[in-house]
């Protein structure tokens, strides 16, 4: 059994699929609108060096990405355990050896990953600009301004990988997410923008 | 030599793996297994069921390593086919 169909297998036997997905999501979600925040706030500060604003960024990403980690494999190993110990007591014999047992061990580990990930993947790529730009590659726009369309870009996209989820307009999906983000990007205006 | 050629085997499972899953876990171990699956009783967390194995040559040990890998329990052996044959 190949290493992808092994897992496949195992999210199926727990039912944990769904989990993996909305985590990913939420956790994308929260890593792009936290990049965005972070950079509007350094916009409407006084002009900090550009090395500042990554290392800050940075910072951010690392602690969303660990954060996501950790806390995912925590809950989901003691819901795993608690499942595995629900299936035990119910079939009266001890699954540790079996797939059941192995998928306890295992899918609180892949969750985890995904959940750290998804914020982590998503800030460097929000970040791209930044590192560019430090680098001394011409960019047609502020690094900065740039750094903020591709957050506005990615959490459009979070939107249809949603609608494609639920299978409801990808569009109408995409754009609901993206007016998150501008009304989150309003709101530091208005508080942070004084 | 003699040859096991059907077994039926009365199984407690998880509902996960389903049937289909189970069956096809049994049918791969070997070549010309012909794997017959009964669901008997479904409970909140389990099911019963019933497996019947015919092949020319069973390996009755690797079916009930397979049963137990994938999460199931075998409960019985209720029906067996076994074959002598001219080594």
């Known amino acids: 059994m190949s290493l992808l169909h092994q897992v496949r297998f195992l999210l199926r036997i727990t039912r944990t699929h769904d989990i993996v997905r909305r985590y990913f999501v939420v956790n994308g979600f929260d890593g792009a609108l936290t990049m965005l925040g972070l950079i ?12 500042v604003i990554i290392n800050a960024c940075l910072g951010a990403a690392i602690a969303l990405g660990m954060s996501g980690l950790s806390s995912a494999y925590v809950s989901e190993a003691a819901e795993r ?3 595995l110990g629900k299936l035990e007591g119910a079939m009266v014999t001890d699954l540790q050896e079996s797939a ?12 985890a990953l995904v959940n750290g990930a998804a914020p982590l993947i998503i800030s460097l790529l929000i970040l791209i600009p930044l590192w560019l730009s430090s680098a001394g590659i011409p960019l047609p726009l502020s690094p900065l301004y740039a750094a903020i ?10 939107g249809v990988f949603l609608g494609r989820i639920a299978d409801i307009s990808w569009l109408r999906s995409g754009l609901q997410t993206l007016l998150v983000a501008v009304m989150t990007a309003a709101l530091i205006y208005l508080f942070a923008g004084h | 030599m003699v040859s096991v050629r059907r077994v039926v085997l009365d199984i407690l499972k998880p509902h996960q793996p389903n049937a289909l899953e189970f069956s096809r876990a049994i049918a791969e171990i070997g070549v010309d297994y012909r794997v017959r699956l009964t669901v008997l009783e479904v409970d909140e967390d389990t099911e019963t ?5 015919q092949g020319s040559a069973i390996d009755f040990e690797m079916i009930e390593s397979t049963i137990t890998s994938i999460g199931g329990s075998l409960h019985s052996i209720d029906e067996v086919e076994v074959q002598s044959e001219a080594d």
């Open chain 1, 100 to 111: 059941h047992g192995e998928a306890a061990r295992l899918v609180p580990l892949l969750i």
């Open chain 1, 40 to 51: 509007i706030g350094f916009l409407l500060s006084t002009s900090a060096d550009l090395s």
């Open chain 2, 49 to 53: 069921i019933q497996v019947e194995v």
């Open chain 1, 81 to 83: 355990k608690r499942a």
């Open chain 1, 149 to 158: 369309i591709i957050a506005l870009l990615l959490i459009f996209l979070l």
